[in-house]
């Protein structure tokens, strides 16, 4: 009994203590990714393989609580993502794909100390395909100066994963899935998944 008292004094303390800070930051980051097509439909056999790609983008991060708390974080990131398509086993296709991506994650953290504070978090996101290529895309005949060219340039997901603040910075891994496809022709279930790895600087 005397030790779950004293531990929650020490949360108390904690919480008073943090909850002076500023709430909200805002914040630059930029990191590699995994991200890479995956079909889950019809058509034509392949292998999907990862290859690094990049994102950079801004972040608002408003936060609520003392010891235990948590962040609502919109973003806007550009993303640039390959992969490395074996039709058949035969042919190698190196596809590249650019998105505008809006996530907002819910973040939650323990304030550990005045500048470290780890956290898990998940998100909903919606990205559009501003730019695409690649011999992948070229086998299907998805030719980008035709309007009807069967690819759905905007879709949503969800994505997972954990990191922590470090003073003015944050470190962040996440796992992502997309809910719909973006494709409706010969692979009629494409869709995008992988790893993120960001580093932010926040003011």
């Known amino acids: 009994m005397r030790k779950l008292l004293i531990t929650l004094i020490f949360a108390c303390f904690l919480?008073?203590?943090?909850?002076?800070q500023r709430p909200y930051r805002f914040?630059?980051?930029?990191?590699?990714?995994?991200?890479?097509?995956?079909?889950?439909?019809?058509?034509?056999?392949?292998?999907?393989?990862?290859?690094?790609?990049w994102?950079?983008?801004?972040?608002f991060q408003y936060t609520k609580g003392g010891f235990l708390n948590y962040s609502i974080v919109?973003?806007?990131?550009?993303?640039?993502?390959?992969?490395?398509?074996?039709?058949?086993?035969i042919t190698d296709c190196l596809t590249t794909i650019q998105t505008i991506d809006v996530p907002v994650n819910f973040k939650l953290g323990l304030q550990l100390s005045k500048i470290f504070r780890p956290?898990?978090?998940?998100?909903?996101?919606?990205?559009?395909?501003?730019?695409y290529g690649g011999d992948f895309f070229d086998f299907?005949?998805?030719?980008?100066?035709?309007?009807?060219?069967?690819?759905n340039k905007l879709?949503?997901?969800v994505s997972a994963g954990l990191g922590f603040d470090?003073?003015?910075?944050?470190?962040?891994?996440?796992?992502?899935?997309?809910?719909?496809?973006?494709?409706?022709?010969?692979?009629?279930?494409?869709?995008?998944?992988?790893?993120e790895f960001t580093c932010a600087f926040l003011f």
């Open 119 to 131: 956290y898990i978090l998940g998100n909903i996101y919606g990205s559009y395909i501003v730019d």
């Open 140 to 151: 299907l005949d998805m030719d980008k100066t035709q309007p009807n060219n069967k690819l």
């Open 55 to 59: 994102s950079v983008g801004v972040l």
């Open 74 to 89: 919109p973003e806007i990131i550009f993303t640039e993502s390959r992969t490395d398509v074996d039709l058949l086993y």
């Open 155 to 157: 879709y949503f997901g």
């Open 27 to 53: 914040g630059m980051k930029g990191g590699i990714n995994y991200i890479h097509l995956e079909n889950y439909g019809g058509g034509y056999y392949s292998d999907f393989d990862p290859k690094p790609g």
């Open 166 to 195: 470090l003073w003015k910075f944050q470190l962040e891994g996440r796992y992502r899935w997309n809910l719909i496809r973006i494709n409706t022709d010969d692979y009629s279930a494409l869709k995008q998944m992988g790893l």
């Open 15 to 20: 919480s008073g203590i943090y909850a002076q």
